[in-house]
């Protein structure tokens, strides 16, 4: 299997972004899949081949990068050293990376003629209007559309194909631990943690210092208060960011919180500047 990365210029209704296309294909059966990030490092190449994987459940024993991919660390082709961390990473479902030699790009030729697929047959006549809606078009047309589509000259129909490649692959274990980052945070008076620019809502009735766990496409806050607790909330693809006072206080965009605590919050901020007073 290949995986690569390439930038685009899209919009999200009348926004222009920067996106970064994350693509892994198997290379006998073509079945791929596609996602695109805001931004792109390691900890969201994790999450991207574990969702592929799993989607697919098998992996092949080897992963061909090249040799500015994110899971090296070092040197070139055969001479590549690969991030003890993405080694670990990559044992867990039963592959190794391996770089391809300086000049033999063609051996990735396969994901960049998934890039000039996607660019001439996913992108033409799309419109989209968030990231996530953008991710489950890509979704969809790679996993759906482009699976049971004949691949040209050979005729070979991708999703036909990979039933015959499975016995040729690596299987996937029954559950792996899912990627995930530690984040050591602190509760505000309203008990939200701040973590990547967003809000999560903390459970228990005093405010301390918490544990949030970044996942794929969910945070998780571990607090411990008389028993251990922890909550799950979703994962927001793009990050929120408000500025300025026509566009509202952030309190306004956090979800769940109360009217009474903004009530509250307009009070406090429309009280005036205390004056000493000397008697």
């Known amino acids: 299997m290949q995986h690569d990365t390439s930038p685009y210029n899209t919009k999200f209704g009348d926004t222009r972004v920067k996106v970064q296309a994350s693509l892994i294909y198997m290379r006998y059966s073509k079945v791929k899949y596609l996602k695109f990030y805001r931004s792109f490092n390691r900890f969201a190449m994790k999450c991207f081949i574990h969702e592929a994987l799993t989607f697919w459940k098998y992996a092949a024993g080897i992963c061909i990068i090249d040799n500015t991919n994110l899971a090296r660390l070092r040197g070139t082709g055969k001479n590549a050293v690969i991030v003890p961390e993405m080694e670990q990473f990559a044992r867990q479902y039963g592959f190794k990376f391996a770089c391809h030699e300086v000049g033999h790009a063609n051996r990735k030729a396969g994901n960049e003629r998934g890039f000039y697929t996607v660019e001439t047959n996913f992108f033409p006549g799309r419109s989209f209007k968030s990231l996530e809606d953008m991710n489950q078009q890509a ?126 919050r307009n009070v406090y901020c429309a009280m005036p500047p205390l004056k000493l007073m000397i008697t």
């Open 139 to 264: 979704f969809e047309w790679a996993t759906m559309r482009m699976a049971n589509r004949p691949v040209s000259k050979t005729n070979l129909i991708p999703a036909r194909a990979f039933e015959y490649e499975q016995k040729f692959l690596e299987k996937i274990p029954p559950y792996v631990t899912p990627p995930y980052l530690t984040h050591e945070r602190g509760t505000d008076q309203y008990g939200y943690a701040a973590v990547n620019g967003n809000f999560y809502w903390v459970p228990g009735k005093t405010r301390f210092d918490v544990k949030v766990l970044e996942f794929c496409d969910h945070m998780k806050s571990i607090t411990r208060e008389k028993n251990w607790l922890s909550t799950k909330s979703p994962l927001t693809a793009s990050k929120i960011k408000k500025s300025g006072r026509k566009e509202g206080h952030l309190l306004d965009i956090i979800p769940g919180i109360g009217k009474s605590q903004r009530q509250e």
